[in-house]
């Protein structure tokens, strides 16, 4: 069974920042090496879930252009942890931010894939 448990939210001024993580239990890089992958996305209220970053398993990384040079996904595979660190935060990136685990296509991991597991997710607020 996957679990995955965001934690890091908050309330922030414009150009703070904060790091969002999410603890993965059941999804592992070593156990689902072959089609890792593991993604932050966000929602606001009235809009469309959108996909923030991904990363898979050769660690690289994608980003949706809207948060790119502020915001960067990492991992630590020993942890099983996944990590966003967003900086310069704007008030147009308030949402709810959900961690997401293995893409519905395998071997497709980009911002906008459908991912099989999700968090319940963490509020960032950004006055």
């Known amino acids: 069974q996957v679990q995955l448990v965001e934690s890091g939210g908050g309330s922030v001024q414009a150009g703070g920042s904060l790091r969002l993580s999410c603890a993965a239990s059941?999804?592992?890089?070593?156990?689902?090496?072959?089609?890792?992958?593991m993604g932050w996305f966000r929602q606001a209220p009235g809009k469309e879930r959108e996909g923030v970053a991904v990363?898979?398993?050769?660690?690289?990384?994608y980003y949706t252009d809207s948060v790119k040079g502020r915001f960067t996904i990492s991992q630590d595979n020993d942890k099983n942890t996944l990590y966003l660190q967003m900086n310069s935060l704007k008030p147009e990136d308030s949402a709810m931010y959900y961690c997401?685990?293995?893409?519905?296509?395998?071997?497709?991991?980009?911002?906008?894939?459908?991912?099989?597991?999700w968090g319940q997710g963490t509020q960032v607020t950004v006055s």
């Open positions: 997401a685990a293995e893409p519905v296509l395998f071997g497709v991991c980009g911002v906008r894939a459908g991912f099989n597991y």
């Open positions: 990363i898979d398993k050769t660690s690289t990384t």
């Open positions: 059941g999804y592992t890089y070593s156990t689902n090496y072959a089609s890792y992958c």
